[in-house]
């Protein structure tokens, strides 16, 4: 059976925003110390302490932007710790991760610069859940402000004399939860006092709902004017159990069912938040940003063990390709999304030990769909064949299309069947391309990853299995596995 779909180009689809492909550090077990940052004494090549390999990964990666410092580590951070001279600066307890000692040797400059040496927009998070409305306005001051004003003295006092002009703040993390318990009701108030006192050519985002807390996004968009509002969060992770036997490799076709069901109902979501943000936005305005998604598995028993450390196998990828599918086909109201996180946390693009790094099929996936970057979207409109599973179904093809600045068309399909391959025909005669070439990324077993010892076991490959028959591709799309298409 073949599925059919047709591509045209429409004048009024929107620009899939760069910003959908952005990542997300916290401090959180091997994220930051041990992983992007070593130190500027570390004998790892390194530039001012960050790996010049994970700079070299992320950018080949085109990073768009980068959250910072949490998560809900961000409701305990004092960004004053964080600057001035390290051997000053006041070791802490990391309270949401582990107790751990957190020595703010890594703080706002490091992080911003860093940001400079990848060309990714930064996107701070600000602590409202035990911070004050001055200490957070006065850390917009010190990133931003160019004139005369005691922050930007203190900045310039540390070494940086021009601002970074950081665009994307975000007012407090999981403010229902680790971020302070607060009501929605209670939050939209703290929030119209913190965007108070924060200018307004900034975008400030509103810690947003815990994946269906519709409630959540209602009162926010009926409580918080829209002036003040530029992106409203949204975090959902796919969390199935917690296989407490390994690290996440040794997975069930249940679990990688019940994953997959997880990761899909991004869709649902997705559609839902955005129509309770209409009802308020309906000229649509207000970004929805899915600051914090990805795989949430076993952490007990790694492999090469951290906090949250967790092995990236092709069910990962598969993940991946499926969310940004969904992302991409929302790209009229989701302008930005992090992956959780981009370092040895959760579903990590990079993962080191010690002095060795790489890449996961997830970095892979990430890598491929960049294309997409900035590309107006091609509408896409199917009834997916479907993955059976003990009476349950989902649908086992995604697909997201693209025309690129220079009219080159991008396609992603993904096909999550364990054991199926899906045969789907694309009708392209309207786009004016004709020569196609493609990328595949698959494996022989959905628990396949990259290790230390084989670090390119889940590389892409040149895909050949498709026809062009006078316009209509004819694509077999293989289980478990991610394509991308290009046409020119
Ligand atoms: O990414 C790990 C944690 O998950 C974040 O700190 C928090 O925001 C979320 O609950």
Same mark, same amino acid.
């Given at each position: ?20 492909? $952005? /990542? ?18 570390s004998k790892i090549p390194n530039t001012n302490g960050v790996r010049n390999d994970i700079v070299k990964a992320l950018k080949e990666l085109k990073i ?55 060309? =990714? ?25 160019? $004139? ?46 913190? =965007? ?51 690290? $996440? ?114 970095? /892979? ?6 294309? /997409? ?78 290790s230390f010892e084989v670090p390119n076991k889940i590389v892409p490959t040149v895909f050949k299995n498709f026809e062009n028959k006078s316009g209509k ?16």
């Amino acid at each position: 059976q073949i599925t059919a779909i047709t591509l045209v180009s429409k004048t009024d689809a929107p620009v899939i925003n760069k910003n959908i492909y $952005g /990542h997300f550090a916290e401090h959180l077990g091997r994220s930051i110390y041990g992983g992007f940052f070593v130190g500027d004494t570390s004998k790892i090549p390194n530039t001012n302490g960050v790996r010049n390999d994970i700079v070299k990964a992320l950018k080949e990666l085109k990073i768009p932007n980068l959250r910072w410092p949490g998560g809900c580590f961000a409701d305990t951070y004092h960004w004053k710790d964080g600057i001035g001279p390290k051997e000053n600066r006041p070791t802490i307890v990391n309270q949401w991760w582990g107790g751990v000692t957190e020595d703010n040797s890594f703080g706002t400059h490091d992080f911003l610069n860093m940001c400079e040496l990848l060309g =990714a927009e930064p996107y701070l998070s600000g602590n409202v859940g035990s911070g004050t409305v001055q200490e957070l306005s006065e850390w917009v001051q010190y990133a931003n402000y160019k $004139g005369k004003s005691p922050m930007s003295d203190l900045r310039k006092k540390n070494g940086r004399a021009e601002p970074w002009k950081v665009n994307f703040w975000g007012i407090g993390n999981e403010a229902w939860g680790c971020g302070g318990n607060m009501t929605a009701d209670y939050y939209a108030n703290e929030y119209r006092k913190y =965007a108070t006192f924060m200018p307004n050519d900034i975008v400030r985002i509103a810690s947003g709902a815990n994946s269906d807390n519709y409630n959540w996004t209602e009162t926010l968009m009926k409580n918080i004017p829209a002036n003040m509002l530029g992106g409203l969060a949204l975090h959902h992770y796919s969390v199935i159990d917690w296989n407490k036997k390994g690290d $996440g490799v040794d997975f069930t076709e249940d679990q990688y069912f019940a994953t997959m069901k997880e990761a899909l109902k991004m869709e649902e979501l997705v559609t839902k938040h955005s129509a309770i943000m209409d009802k308020y936005d309906p000229n649509k305005k207000i970004d929805l940003v899915v600051d914090e998604w990805g795989g949430w598995y076993d952490v007990e028993k790694g492999t090469n063990p951290g906090f949250l450390y967790q092995q990236n196998t092709m069910r990962d990828a598969v993940l991946a390709g499926s969310t940004l599918n969904i992302f991409n086909n929302h790209a009229d109201r989701v302008r930005m999304a992090n992956l959780a996180q981009c370092v040895n946390v959760l579903q990590a693009v990079i993962l080191t030990d010690k002095a060795k790094m790489i890449t996961t099929p997830t970095y /892979h996936v990430m890598k491929m769909y960049n294309v /997409h970057q900035g590309a107006t979207l091609l509408p896409v409109n199917f009834n997916s064949p479907r993955y059976t599973y003990k009476g349950e179904m989902l649908p086992a093809v995604s697909v997201s299309a693209s025309k690129d600045q220079n009219r080159v068309v991008h396609i992603s399909l993904v096909n999550i069947d364990s054991k199926n391959k899906n045969k789907i025909e694309i009708d392209v005669k309207g786009l004016g391309v004709k020569n196609f070439t493609g990328t595949i990324l698959t494996s022989a077993k959905l628990q396949d990853y990259n290790s230390f010892e084989v670090p390119n076991k889940i590389v892409p490959t040149v895909f050949k299995n498709f026809e062009n028959k006078s316009g209509k591709l004819e694509i077999t799309v293989p289980p478990f596995s991610v394509v991308v298409l290009e046409g020119k």
